[in-house]
């Protein structure tokens, strides 16, 4: 029998890990570890422990490495076994890694945000809870909560950031810090990208006037506002056309309006032109007017007319 052990254990496939840490024998296959690129030592060295400190600790491994590891943490299960059984005769009873990996990352996420010490997570009334909604799983150790999953968690998040700013241009880095109740120190850091700045320009845009409108037949006065609303959100349609000019690749004729200063010049003097109409308009709906005072708001539309520019594209 131990024979047969020791040959397992013989050929089971080391780690490429071990590639980067200098290892010293234990004994039954365990070893000492000691980082190439840093003085970090581990008294007994594990493969997962040994993958986040390359991917999310050491200061000193190079970026490729890094990267690597950190890929290799993200997408990576932290479940020991294939599946996961209980004592039990019912087929409900059973869960897969893939799915046992969901449960713990959504679990990590729920204590972390919510600020729950990880030592609940091996409270019994927890385990009765959580085995009450899905029983066929058993929540994680708080010692595989707080390093395995939790250091996923955190590659998964530093993945995202990284796919978000790969083609990102002058980024702005700033800190907030606070303290909490017992007096320690918290630091928040905030990358600002271009867009951001951007969509905070869209937005005051927007509460000051509202968005981009249409003409309804039905109500006169939105042709006014249909052109407003253009000449209001000018340089904000400029600004998407040069910091995302992918989102106009079906919508040339678009694309080349917005590029077109002639187009924004016509919709002004449009703009003025329907002015008077809509007033008039208004002044009927709520029944504060006259054929008088109708007639001079008709007389400001043919100034109006007459102050068009000769160089009004006919065509608009």
């Known amino acids: 029998m131990s024979s047969t052990v020791s040959e397992v254990k013989r050929g089971r496939k080391e780690s490429y890990v071990w590639d980067h840490y200098i290892k010293e024998p234990l004994g039954s296959g365990h070893y000492t570890a000691k980082c190439h690129y840093c003085t970090q030592t581990w008294s007994r060295g594990r493969p997962e422990i040994l993958k986040s400190h ?74 009765d809870f959580v085995q009450s909604l899905c029983f066929a799983y058993n929540p994680p150790k708080r010692s595989s909560l707080s390093t395995t999953i939790l250091n996923k968690e955190t590659a998964i998040v530093l993945k995202k950031i990284k796919e978000e700013l790969k083609y990102e241009e002058d980024l702005t880095l700033a800190v907030d810090g606070w303290s909490d109740l017992l007096g320690r120190s918290i630091y928040a850091f905030i990358i600002i990208t271009p867009g951001a700045h951007l969509q905070e320009d869209i937005i005051q845009s927007l509460t000051k006037g509202g968005g981009l409108k249409i003409s309804v037949k039905t109500r006169w006065s939105t042709a006014w506002d249909c052109c407003d609303s253009i000449i209001r959100l000018e340089n904000n349609l400029k600004n998407i056309l040069e910091t995302q000019p992918e989102i106009f690749y079906n919508a040339i004729s678009t694309k080349n309006l917005l590029q077109n200063r002639q187009f924004f010049q016509d919709v002004e003097q449009l703009r003025a032109v329907l002015a008077p109409a809509k007033r008039a308009v208004q002044a009927i709906e709520v029944n504060a007017s006259n054929m008088a005072s109708i007639f001079m708001e008709l007389i400001k539309m043919a100034v109006a007319i007459k102050q068009i520019s000769n160089y009004l594209d006919l065509d608009f």
């Open 54 to 127: 390359l991917a999310l600790y050491c200061k000193e491994v190079p970026l490729a490495i890094k990267s690597e590891y950190m890929e290799m943490l993200a997408i990576g299960s932290t479940s020991t076994n294939r599946k996961q059984k209980l004592d039990t005769d019912s087929s409900a009873a059973e869960i897969d890694a893939d799915k046992k990996d969901r449960i713990d990352q959504a679990l990590i996420r729920y204590f972390v945000c919510c600020g729950i010490p990880f030592s609940t997570v091996n409270h019994p009334y927890f385990i």
